[in-house]
């Protein structure tokens, strides 16, 4: 692919808040962003130069919207592997269909993860009730069932401490393709934000330390509590996995910490929350390189010049923006009409010099 | 005024690289940006929420433009305060009329220096050829012939160096009201950006050293040659001038650094492109401090966190983004489809460990 120049069209699917933010960063490359949403008051909407509001599954408003656009990625590893099939018959998409079907179903990317002779918590495939109580009889207590596909923020996902716990969990579910992992009793939890261009360049930014309640992450800190061979280790292991998908675009990497190793608790293959404060702490952000990386531009370097605090803002916690504007952070807020409990409104991230 | 919350609206007067920028940073802060601009492929169009394209004396679409906004802003000196006057019937418009008219008349301007007791070159009124000669007779050679309105970058500007040309200067320029200005001797150019709240707070950036090159800006570079004392000094001066205007929004005061003095040579009331260093070296950029304070929100912390060079791109120079961007800076391309000499196309911004 030739790169996308500045003036060209960058298609984002979704328009949350990292669609948002992708816009934002977009633009400052002097690129356009084309958001496709099937929500009316997408908060991307407001930033993008073109919008198309219509649902994952609209063939021919999907043909109209990849020939507007230049390159096209998305801000969420959920969309229809279909959708992505038909705007890629005529446009490149990164990250690829390929990278999709994996990371969208939990027993692939363990898999995957597990091929790479990267190290993840024991697992075990379950269709079906008979598997559910095979599988505990393997992993034991305590473990942790999750459904295969469409998890996130801890939604379907239920701990197990018996057999029977296994076998209604996956009834509760729906009965839908699951697996029970080994529970983990980490030390703490990190992640590896990094990107992969077009010809294979690599550029990993230092993994924050994540701080999690209700699965839902409330705080990344940079530098985190890990050793450099550590944080040397976890590019290491987001380098590996890149390498191995081909990978075009920002992609995440969840881990967990034990005292002896670092093992890969998931793969998300796009923008994370936990590299919100590149915004600040770097000169070009995860937002920026994933634009870079999509339009076939030169990743950017991923040094960060500070330490930081990021704090997500979560349900009402955004309605103090007066406070949290003099509060001496960057305050992002998101732009979304309503405030629910558990939805993320924005985030704020204090600097400190730089310590380590 | 009560503070625009996040979800409002902002009205930006003009679609140039400053609204653009200005858009991107309300966006930050979950606000919604309305961008009236005459200029069909305005590069702010491109970010903002909602545009609207009409001339800046088209009564009934700045009527309208109004009643869509909850506060409103503009990224040029010279809008016409005919306009501001229109928006100003039914909404808040920060900076206000009056610091226009002074602004935008040269005379008035270094008047109104004067009359705070701040330095500025010697100055003196020219409306006829008979002021000409007069004027130069008082100021003497070397010295400087300035148009009292609409000048930026050096255009209707003139060196003088014998009656006769003030005279002949005055006539070329059609004969409108003129100044002449005695030369500076400057050892350098500096300047101070600093936004005053509706609430009479105050926030100075450190002041930038200043590099220009056929009369526009080409490279601003913080920390500058000033001494601590003397960037005490330009901060207090521009304290002064926002005190006085009851100023709300970002300021910029041009500086002629001499042995001596600092000498005021312009006021820019509005966010200036000696401050685009502050996008990576602050939290807090220049753009989302002026829109913090025309929203009614507390103003950010200006400390910076890292030395800074801004290099501008004018012209052709935008044309190597594949080389600026892999060069390790911040790099902004404006989304100006033509690159034309002396246009500005965009910016890059390098940071340093902050040293001073």
Redesign the interface.
Same mark, same amino acid.
């Given at each position: 692919m030739n790169?996308v120049?500045?003036?060209g069209t960058i298609g984002i699917l979704g328009g949350g808040q990292l669609g948002?933010m992708l816009?934002?960063a977009a633009?400052?490359?002097?690129l356009?962003t084309h958001i496709y949403s099937p929500e009316t008051d997408a908060p991307a909407?407001? /930033?993008?130069?073109a919008r198309t509001c219509a649902s994952f599954d609209d063939k021919s408003a999907l043909e109209a919207f990849a020939a507007a656009c230049d390159a096209v990625t998305f801000e969420f590893e959920n969309v229809p592997t279909r959708t992505v099939d038909i705007i890629s018959a005529s446009r490149p998409v990164f990250p690829s269909a390929a990278t999709l079907a994996i990371t969208q179903d939990r027993l692939q990317e363990k898999g995957f993860v597990a091929k790479l002779d990267l190290g993840t918590a024991p697992f075990w495939n379950i269709e079906s009730s008979y598997d559910a109580r095979n599988a505990f009889a393997n992993i034991g207590a305590p473990s942790v069932l999750k459904t295969r596909r469409m998890g996130y923020d801890g939604k379907g996902q239920m701990k197990i401490s018996a057999a029977e716990d296994a076998v209604r969990g996956f009834k509760d579910f729906g009965s839908v393709p699951c697996i029970l992992e080994g529970f983990v009793d980490f030390a703490f939890e990190a992640s590896v934000v990094a990107a992969r261009g077009i010809d294979g360049a690599f550029a990993a930014y230092d993994p924050p330390e994540n701080v999690h309640r209700d699965h839902i992450l409330r705080r990344s800190i940079v530098p985190s509590r890990l050793t450099e061979a550590q944080a040397d280790e976890a590019k290491a292991i987001a380098k590996k996995i890149a390498d191995a998908l081909d990978y075009v675009g920002v992609l995440a990497v969840e881990l967990f910490v034990t005292k002896d190793a670092l093992l890969v608790n998931e793969i998300a293959p796009r923008v994370h929350n936990s590299g919100h404060w590149t915004i600040?702490a770097c /000169? /070009?952000s995860q937002f920026e390189q994933h634009i870079?990386a999509v339009a076939g531009?030169?990743l950017?370097?991923p040094a960060r010049?500070?330490d930081a605090v990021m704090d997500n803002l979560i349900g009402a916690e955004?309605d103090d923006?007066?406070g949290l504007?003099?509060g001496?952070?960057?305050?992002?807020?998101?732009?979304?009409?309503e405030s629910r409990p558990g939805r993320k409104m924005?985030h704020v991230?204090y600097?400190r010099?730089?310590s380590a």
């Open positions: 790169a120049p500045p003036g948002r816009a934002l633009a400052r490359l002097g356009k909407f407001q /930033v993008s130069s600040e /000169v /070009v870079r531009w030169p950017g370097d010049h500070s955004a923006w007066r504007a003099a001496g952070g960057g305050l992002h807020l998101y732009g979304k009409s924005g991230t600097l010099p730089k």
